[in-house]
């Protein structure tokens, strides 16, 4: 178990193929069902987040440089997407969840960098990533057919590209 504290709990989801995705939480379309899956195939992890034994989230991490992330490096992670259902929306449970992955990552996995890409308007994750100290690093694309992450010199583009060193973090928060 990655994180308890009172009716809240964040443990990995132990995944097979036939088990990609926590159940019963959002509607899987094919599109996420392809990503579940290629987060699994490289080794990337899948976090739940209970709430009075009900899942009620889930946040996805992707470890080091595979195929998708051109950015990131072997020492590094790409994080999300963070999903809450919506009726447990506002109550700080995506910043418990988020605080508990990156300590595991820094502390645990000794990683180094935590990325996160996010589409502009998601105006709800920009402050969430913000706020835990994620700077905006470059604007990203995303291409057509196999959905992969670029980074781009363009300006109108969805996403931004977001990182924090997991290793300065570590030292603040010790401090």
């Given at each position: 178990m990655l994180y308890h504290n009172g009716a809240v709990e964040i443990s990995e989801f132990p995944r097979t193929l036939r088990s990609l995705?926590?159940?019963?939480?959002?509607?899987?379309?094919?599109?996420?069902?392809?990503?579940?899956?290629?987060?699994?195939?490289?080794?990337?992890?899948?976090?739940?987040?209970?709430?009075?034994d009900q899942n009620i989230g889930y946040c996805m991490v992707s470890t080091g440089k595979c195929g998708r992330y051109t950015y990131a490096g072997k020492n590094d992670i790409t994080v999300g997407p963070i999903y809450i259902k919506s009726h447990f929306r506002?109550?700080?449970?995506?910043?418990?969840?988020?605080?508990?992955?990156?300590?595991?990552?820094?502390?645990?996995?000794?990683?180094?960098?935590?990325?996160?890409?996010?589409?502009?308007?998601?105006?709800?994750?920009?402050?969430?990533?913000?706020?835990?100290?994620?700077?905006?690093?470059?604007?990203l694309q995303i291409t057509r057919v196999f959905r992969k992450v670029r980074i781009t010199d363009k300006e109108n583009t969805d996403y931004r590209l977001y990182c924090l060193n997991l290793k300065d973090d570590m030292r603040k928060s010790a401090e």
């Open positions: 995705y926590v159940p019963g939480i959002d509607h899987v379309y094919f599109q996420k069902k392809v990503r579940f899956l290629m987060n699994y195939l490289h080794k990337g992890k899948l976090f739940c987040l209970k709430y009075e506002g109550r700080g449970l995506s910043k418990v969840l988020l605080n508990a992955i990156l300590e595991y990552y820094a502390s645990v996995e000794k990683k180094e960098k935590a990325y996160a890409y996010i589409h502009r308007i998601n105006k709800q994750s920009n402050a969430l990533f913000s706020g835990r100290g994620f700077t905006v690093q470059r604007n």
